[in-house]
């Protein structure tokens, strides 16, 4: 009798990977390549990254209204870079309204290691009103607040 791992090991080295995880490049459109609805395109890392460009479309450079990829912009955006006007989730993101990612940057709430934005949460937080361990703003509270509101409360402490 063979061990297990033989019978899931033929999976990884057969036709499983040449459907899904061969080095062929994808490329697809709906409904059709002139107006793509759904645009799905992608290098998978092999040459020059493709640009993905329809309503929602998913790629190494994704342009939609939904865009998914490594760089993204649209009205929702995911992906390392993304660039949202209503909303961009991912490492590096910038957005008109809500910002979640490792640096967010946005106009209206940002969540995020670091934040820059009206409404800012994260570790450090810079904007109108910052809340976090180091928040740098006019409103907010932190474990080191740079807050408008703290120095008045300090300078009420002595009398200034």
């Known amino acids: 009798m ?3 791992w033989t ?21 697809y459109q709906w409904p059709a390549h002139g107006f ?3 645009s799905v395109r992608s290098s998978r890392g092999m040459g020059k990254p493709k640009l993905a460009f329809g309503l ?3 790629g190494d450079i994704a342009v939609g209204l939904v865009a998914v990829g490594a760089l993204s912009f649209g009205l929702l ?3 390392a870079v993304a660039m949202g006007w209503l909303l961009a989730i991912g490492a590096v993101t910038v957005s008109d309204l809500l910002a979640v990612g490792a640096v967010a940057i946005s106009g209206g709430l940002g969540i995020g290691a670091v934040s820059i934005s009206h409404y800012a949460l994260a570790a450090v937080a810079i904007g109108e009103h910052a809340y976090g361990a180091v928040a740098i703003g006019k409103h907010g509270f932190g474990i080191v607040p740079l807050t408008e509101d703290f120095i008045e409360w300090v300078k009420g402490l ?3």
């Open 2 to 4: 063979k061990p297990w």
């Open 36 to 38: 793509p609805i759904i």
């Open 7 to 27: 019978y899931w090991t033929r999976y990884g080295t057969g036709r499983f990977v040449r459907s899904f995880g061969g080095s062929d490049s994808v490329d």
């Open 158 to 160: 002595f009398g200034n």
């Open 77 to 79: 955006s995911i992906g």
């Open 56 to 58: 929602i479309a998913v």
